[in-house]
């Protein structure tokens, strides 16, 4: 994939405003394609590894893509497991990236277990932060959002504007429901956090994710019993 010249915020959103458009009904595949095509090496997609769907439908695009991952330091030991994975057995180049503070210099600083007490700073800490910087290379990124998720996500646009950081969003799975994303690692036996089939039905870090209960949706584990429903990357 060859590299592209960066261009600038308006030219940007104008180019997400009018694919949001041309692209609401397009397949993923064909999303991504555009994304690949659009913006060369700086086009990114990010993984929490709770399933690898999104980065295996880039790679068929746009092998080797950057696959961007958050190590905060909590997570489950399955999730980092699912990264090696990744990594070794799929056409895709993993970026891990981490916080300034390991979890020992922040309970330093903040007191331990911050998570619990103030959990919007300790997501800003260790996500959006260092989302922030290691996103700073790329002028698209890519995510895994569906609007069936939750009802803070039934708006997610297919293409989208990221305002805060000034990038092109894409969610080419925003249209799927979560039949399509088990019929898809079906079909190309696509890597899964091993705790989806533990209780799980979306995985964050350790301490501040539970299984869901019957008849819950799917982020209904995520800060369970703090009113919290996003770490703030994504709104």
């Known amino acids: 994939m060859t590299t592209t010249v ?27 394609r555009w994304a690949a095509d659009t913006f060369g090496s700086r086009f990114c997609v990010t993984s929490s590894m709770e399933d690898a769907v999104v980065a295996h439908l880039a790679s068929r695009v746009f092998p080797g893509v950057p696959v961007v991952f958050l190590d905060t330091g909590y997570h489950f030991p399955e ?8 990594e070794a057995v799929m056409d895709v180049t993993v970026v891990t990236l981490r916080p300034e503070l390991t979890v020992a210099e922040q309970d330093a600083r903040h007191g331990p277990r911050l998570h619990d007490r103030d959990p ?6 260790r996500k959006v932060r260092p989302l922030e910087q290691g996103l700073a290379g790329y002028d698209a990124w890519a995510t895994g959002l569906r609007r ?4 803070t996500r039934a708006g997610t646009p297919v293409v989208g504007w990221d305002e805060r950081r000034g990038k092109v969003k894409v969610s080419p799975i925003a249209r799927w429901t979560q039949a399509d994303v088990d019929a898809y690692v079906a079909e190309h036996q696509v890597l899964t956090n091993p705790l989806l089939e533990d209780g799980y039905a979306s995985v964050g870090c350790a301490p501040c994710t539970r299984r869901v209960r019957a008849g819950e949706d799917a982020r209904a584990g995520r800060w369970a019993g703090t009113g919290k429903t996003e770490c703030g990357l994504h709104g």
């Open 120 to 125: 919007d700073l300790c997501c800003a800490l």
């Open 6 to 32: 960066r261009r600038d915020a308006r030219t940007l959103r104008a180019l997400a405003e009018e694919a949001g458009r041309e692209l609401e009904d397009a397949p993923a595949l064909d999303v991504l």
């Open 148 to 151: 069936d998720e939750s009802p």
């Open 79 to 86: 999730t980092l497991g699912t990264r090696d994975a990744v």
